[in-house]
């Protein structure tokens, strides 16, 4: 089985930087995804890291190290509208089902 | 060009009742997904559908059942609601070619059962 783990709750202020931590116990690891979900709504894709290493995409990065389980998703210049949870989700053992770890709700304020 | 559509928004049923959720993927995609995803919780996956057949199932018991039409859309029932069945019921779609990339959520139903 998989164990995905990550904060349940997080705050943080308007124009601050955020890293939400995400840890996971698996086999065969094929990629992990970052998703972010406001309340009520689906969540969207925000990336996807494979190897090991930084993407960097706008105000969000997305950081990867395979051998120590661990993924970090970096927000920055934060803004009211990045109140949202954010959902961890592992690709493994030849799957194509992604499982999801239980979110981070991040609260900006001002 | 629509993304992934679901119907309805909300349901409401009792204990025991039947509920059919659909859904319609993302102009291009070929297979769903469905998930369910509780207060609190992370989405966790029902099944997926590929070719009109169930190609993978998560834990979940034989009344959660699913169909996909040749047009690619798909139905998800849930017979005997309990009232643990009660969350928000995401359908998700991506291309058929297996490569685990990014998938595609549509705005999810939200079923009550009481």
């Known amino acids: 089985g998989q164990n995905i783990d990550q904060p349940t709750e997080m705050t943080a202020t308007e124009g601050a930087i955020v890293q939400i931590n995400c840890t996971y116990q698996?086999?065969?690891?094929?990629?992990l995804f970052w998703y972010q979900q406001h309340a009520g709504e689906a969540p969207t894709f925000l990336s996807y890291?494979?190897?090991?290493g930084l993407e960097e995409k706008g105000r969000f990065s997305s950081f990867l190290s395979r051998s120590k389980g661990y993924s970090y998703l970096l927000l920055k210049e934060l803004q009211m509208k990045d109140s949202a949870s954010y959902l961890c989700?592992?690709?493994?053992?030849?799957?194509?089902?992604?499982?999801f770890g239980r979110g981070t709700s991040l609260i900006v304020h001002p | 060009d629509a993304g992934v559509t679901q119907s309805p928004t909300h349901l409401i049923k009792t204990r025991g009742q039947q509920v059919t959720l659909r859904c319609s993927p993302k102009?291009?995609?070929?297979?769903v997904s469905w998930y369910q995803q509780a207060l609190g919780q992370g989405p966790q996956f029902i099944f997926q559908?590929?070719?009109?057949?169930?190609?993978q199932r998560g834990n979940f018991p034989d009344r959660f059942s699913g169909h996909q039409f040749p047009n690619y859309s798909s139905e998800l029932n849930v017979n005997a609601l309990l009232l643990g069945d009660s969350a928000l019921y995401l359908c998700?779609?991506?291309?058929?070619?297996?490569?685990?990339?990014?998938?595609?959520f549509g705005p999810g139903t939200r079923l009550t059962v009481t």
């Open positions: 989700a592992v690709l493994s053992g030849g799957s194509y089902i992604p499982t």
């Open positions: 102009s291009g995609h070929d297979t």
């Open positions: 559908y590929y070719e009109e057949e169930e190609r």
């Open positions: 998700a779609s991506s291309p058929g070619s297996g490569s685990g990339g990014e998938q595609y």
């Open positions: 698996t086999s065969g690891f094929n990629g």
């Open positions: 890291n494979v190897l090991d």
